[in-house]
């Protein structure tokens, strides 16, 4: 989210630099060009004064100050008062009775005739040199830049808080939505000032909402349509125990049997509060060190041999510690219901290249094979591979079925890293 901070703040400083531009440089323009024409209008006020005393056969103060303009003389007989210059083209031309103002070098002149003395028209000049008609500027033009490096610091410091409210609002959206997508479907935003954001967030409360009431709805109907089928299966076990031949006896009470943990699954998955979504995580060798030492003392009562080669260093993947241990105690449940007691089994964890990991879990029974040719006369449903399969493939991983080194089965689930 910070770079839709910073793109707001490049675009308000783009914003108030172009309009800063066009508001500063006309006033800095028109400042100058005010203090030209007031050093002039000074510059003319001088050469008028002088004008009128030397219309009455006075002699002027002839100021040469800094901040005045440089007064001079011309007399019809060549004398000269004053500031030293010399008589230009301009000097003759005012000689003529006309009074102007002229562009000189370094500066601009104003030259006042005076007529009607016995020796000929005087000519007043007054000149204002580059550095009176310019003084100020450099520093109203400081004082104009300073204006506006505050205007455009102050607009930053606005850009930057109107973002980080906008960028804190769709944060708590974001947030909410991993919530939700992470499983934790009571995550609520708060709804903001901002009438278009409150809008999505109060619309993503409701859906939210709503996806809590169908999942409820969905678990509920799942567990009450498992729940009617034990009244036919209890109905089928009174059956089964009418059954004269005892090898069919055994072998309808293990299918029974299997049909009763197949709906005991079906209601114990229904109930599950939470499913975890894409932020899901689990520790693949803590979970398999934990689960193998609970199946342990099992093996121990039938005589299996358990042997566990595990990574050192942990593995983390992309399933829920709660589902990746289901997936596993399936798969040990099945070698344990589905081979001889005394037969070994081994467990293998290892990292995978474009990270995760792998957990198979192997034995030394009569395979697949044995058992499809078999019929299935163990009384397998397949439940168990079929809820390993399926965390797998929910993560993003696989499940792969081979024969196992040691003789039997092996299966192999992969996840992916979180």
Same mark, same amino acid.
Not at 220 to 229: G, N, T, Y
Not at 338 to 356: C, E, F, N, S, Y
């Given at each position: 989210?910070?770079?839709?901070?910073? $793109?707001?703040?490049?675009?308000?400083?783009?914003?108030?630099?172009?309009?800063?531009?066009?508001?500063?440089?006309?006033?800095?323009?028109?400042?100058?060009?005010? !203090?030209?024409?007031?050093?002039?209008?000074?510059?003319?006020?001088? !050469?008028?004064?002088?004008?009128?005393?030397? !219309?009455?056969?006075?002699?002027?103060?002839?100021?040469?100050?800094?901040?005045?303009?440089?007064?001079?003389?011309?007399?019809?007989?060549?004398?000269?008062?004053?500031?030293?210059?010399?008589?230009?083209?301009?000097?003759?031309?005012?000689?003529?009775? $006309?009074?102007?103002?002229?562009?000189?070098?370094?500066?601009?002149?104003?030259?006042?005739?005076?007529?009607?003395?016995?020796?000929?028209?005087?000519?007043?000049?007054?000149?204002?040199?580059?550095?009176?008609?310019?003084?100020?500027?450099?520093?109203?033009?400081?004082?104009?830049? &300073?204006?506006?490096?505050?205007?455009?610091?102050?607009?930053?410091?606005?850009?930057?808080?109107?973002?980080?409210? =906008?960028?804190?609002?769709?944060?708590?959206?974001?947030?909410?939505?991993?919530?939700?997508?992470?499983?934790?479907?009571? @995550?609520?935003?708060?709804?903001?000032?901002?009438?278009?954001?409150?809008?999505?967030?109060?619309?993503?409360?409701?859906?939210?909402?709503?996806?809590? $009431?169908?999942? $409820?709805?969905?678990?509920?109907?799942?567990?009450?349509?498992?729940?009617?089928? +034990?009244?036919?299966?209890?109905?089928?076990?009174?059956?089964?125990?009418?059954?004269?031949?005892?090898?069919?006896? *055994?072998? =309808?009470?293990?299918?029974?049997?299997?049909?009763?943990?197949?709906?005991?699954?079906?209601?114990?998955?229904?109930?599950?509060?939470?499913?975890?979504?894409?932020?899901?995580?689990?520790?693949?060798?803590?979970?398999?060190?934990?689960?193998?030492?609970?199946?342990?003392? =099992?093996?121990?009562?039938?005589?299996?041999?358990? *042997?566990?080669?595990?990574?050192?260093?942990?593995?983390?993947?992309?399933?829920?510690?709660?589902?990746?241990?289901?997936?596993?105690?399936?798969?040990?449940?099945?070698?344990?219901?589905?081979?001889?007691?005394?037969?070994?089994?081994?467990?293998?964890?290892?990292?995978?290249?474009? &990270?995760? &990991?792998?957990?198979?879990?192997?034995? @030394?029974?009569?395979?697949?094979?044995?058992?499809? *040719?078999?019929?299935?006369?163990?009384?397998?449903?397949?439940?168990?591979?079929?809820? @390993? +399969?399926?965390?797998?493939?929910? *993560?993003?991983?696989?499940?792969?079925?081979?024969?196992?080194?040691?003789?039997? @089965?092996?299966?192999?689930?992969?996840?992916?890293?979180?």
């Amino acid at each position: 989210m910070n770079g839709v901070r910073v $793109q707001l703040n490049l675009l308000v400083a783009a914003t108030t630099s172009l309009v800063l531009l066009a508001f500063l440089v006309p006033i800095g323009l028109l400042l100058r060009s005010s !203090a030209e024409q007031r050093a002039v209008a000074t510059a003319s006020t001088q !050469a008028q004064a002088a004008a009128a005393l030397v !219309a009455l056969g006075q002699t002027p103060h002839l100021a040469t100050g800094p901040a005045e303009a440089r007064l001079t003389v011309f007399y019809a007989d060549g004398r000269r008062a004053g500031a030293a210059a010399s008589p230009s083209q301009s000097v003759e031309l005012a000689r003529r009775g $006309q009074a102007f103002t002229a562009r000189a070098d370094g500066g601009i002149e104003v030259l006042v005739p005076v007529q009607g003395l016995e020796a000929g028209t005087a000519v007043v000049r007054a000149f204002a040199p580059d550095e009176l008609l310019h003084q100020g500027v450099l520093r109203a033009w400081g004082a104009l830049a &300073g204006l506006g490096v505050a205007l455009f610091a102050l607009s930053l410091v606005f850009a930057d808080r109107m973002g980080r409210r =906008l960028v804190r609002s769709v944060t708590a959206l974001a947030a909410t939505a991993d919530h939700l997508a992470a499983g934790d479907l009571d @995550a609520r935003v708060v709804p903001s000032d901002t009438p278009e954001l409150r809008r999505v967030g109060l619309e993503l409360n409701r859906l939210a909402a709503r996806i809590q $009431q169908l999942l $409820q709805a969905e678990r509920q109907e799942v567990a009450d349509l498992a729940h009617r089928l +034990r009244t036919p299966i209890t109905a089928l076990r009174l059956d089964v125990d009418s059954v004269h031949d005892p090898h069919d006896q *055994a072998r =309808l009470v293990t299918d029974v049997d299997a049909l009763v943990r197949g709906v005991d699954e079906v209601i114990r998955t229904a109930r599950r509060p939470m499913r975890e979504g894409a932020h899901a995580r689990a520790d693949l060798v803590a979970i398999v060190r934990h689960r193998t030492d609970f199946w342990s003392a =099992l093996a121990e009562d039938s005589g299996r041999s358990l *042997a566990l080669d595990l990574p050192t260093a942990p593995i983390p993947v992309r399933v829920s510690p709660h589902d990746l241990s289901a997936a596993l105690d399936a798969l040990l449940e099945n070698v344990f219901s589905h081979t001889p007691d005394g037969t070994g089994l081994r467990v293998t964890v290892g990292p995978t290249v474009a &990270g995760g &990991g792998t957990v198979a879990v192997e034995d @030394a029974g009569p395979g697949f094979a044995a058992t499809m *040719a078999s019929g299935r006369a163990d009384g397998s449903t397949g439940l168990g591979l079929d809820i @390993a +399969r399926r965390t797998a493939q929910a *993560a993003g991983g696989s499940m792969r079925k081979d024969t196992s080194p040691l003789g039997g @089965a092996l299966v192999e689930l992969t996840f992916p890293a979180p």
